[in-house]
């Protein structure tokens, strides 16, 4: 059965790190554009990064660039999302997402554009 699987939220002070694992089974991610969404609280579902599956393009939201990583390793069928000096904003519930047919850029933090498949989230806690 394909599908995406997060993991690694949890409660971390802020200033702290996280990192975020998104696993694929079933099928291969090299063949599309995998996106990180969030949805916090008072905010519907946004995108803040994505990453190509078949070379190092990557892409970031101007909330979340020069604190957040997006990074793949083919070999596990595993992307990953690196999150430093988080916030208490950045508390939420974290998604990942596959789409073969989005390219890397602003078009890949539209969640509209995910069709093929997302995961059930990861929840991360940064209390104030």
């Known amino acids: 059965q394909a599908r995406l699987v997060e993991s690694g939220g949890d409660s971390v002070r802020p200033g702290g790190s996280l990192r975020l694992s998104c696993a694929a089974s079933?099928?291969?991610?090299?063949?599309?554009?995998i996106g990180w969404f969030r949805r916090t609280v008072g905010k519907d579902r946004e995108g803040i990064s994505c990453?190509?599956?078949?070379?190092?393009?990557?892409f970031y939201a101007d909330s979340v660039k020069g604190r957040f990583t997006i990074s793949r390793d083919n070999a596990e069928n595993t992307v990953y999302l690196q999150m430093d000096d988080l916030k208490p904003e950045d508390a939420g519930f974290y998604y990942c997402?596959?789409?073969?047919?989005?390219?890397?850029?602003?078009?890949?933090?539209?969640?509209?554009?995910?069709?093929?498949?997302w995961g059930h989230g990861t929840q991360v806690i940064v209390p104030t």
């Open positions: 997402a596959v789409d073969s047919w989005v390219t890397v850029g602003v078009q890949c933090l539209d969640r509209y554009r995910f069709l093929e498949r």
């Open positions: 990453i190509s599956g078949r070379d190092d393009t990557t």
């Open positions: 079933g099928f291969t991610l090299e063949n599309g554009v």
